[in-house]
Nanobody, 120 residues
Framework: QVQLVESGGGLVQAGDSLRLSCAAS????????MGWFRQTPGKEREAVAA????????YYADSVQGRFIISRDNAKNAMYLQMNSLKPEDTALYYC?????????????WGQGTQVTVSS
């Protein structure tokens, strides 16, 4: 099973950018569709971006379309989320996991997440 470690979060101001990283272990990473999810207290975890195993297709939630870019490097067992023009409403704990594509249903384990806080 793929194990995942998220990193790159932090405290930034509105309009700033951050790049999240998801480091994966195991050979299965290159064959797995992957997704970035986020969660805030009292709300369900939501998918914000997804990418197929070879990176040919991507999905973005309406709330991040045009601002976030998902990518992956299978040679490095890594996935990334470039977040631009950040807004206070992007504040959340961000997770990566394996998913079913295109349904985006999570099928993998969850890491500890990385906190993104955007101040206004």
């Amino acid at each position: 099973q793929v194990q995942l470690v998220e990193s790159g979060g932090g405290l930034v101001q509105a309009g700033d950018s951050l790049r999240l990283s998801c480091a994966a272990s195991g050979r299965a990473f290159s064959t797995a569709a992957m997704g970035w999810f986020r969660q805030t207290p009292g709300k369900e975890r939501e998918a914000v971006a997804a990418i197929t195993s070879a990176g040919a297709r991507t999905y973005y939630a309406d709330s991040v379309q045009g601002r976030f870019i998902i990518s992956r490097d299978n040679a490095k067992n890594a996935m990334y989320l470039q977040m631009n023009s950040l807004k206070p409403e992007d504040t959340a704990l961000y997770y990566c996991t394996a998913i079913m594509y295109p349904t985006r249903a999570p099928i993998g384990s969850w890491g500890q997440g990385t906190q993104v806080t955007v101040s206004s």
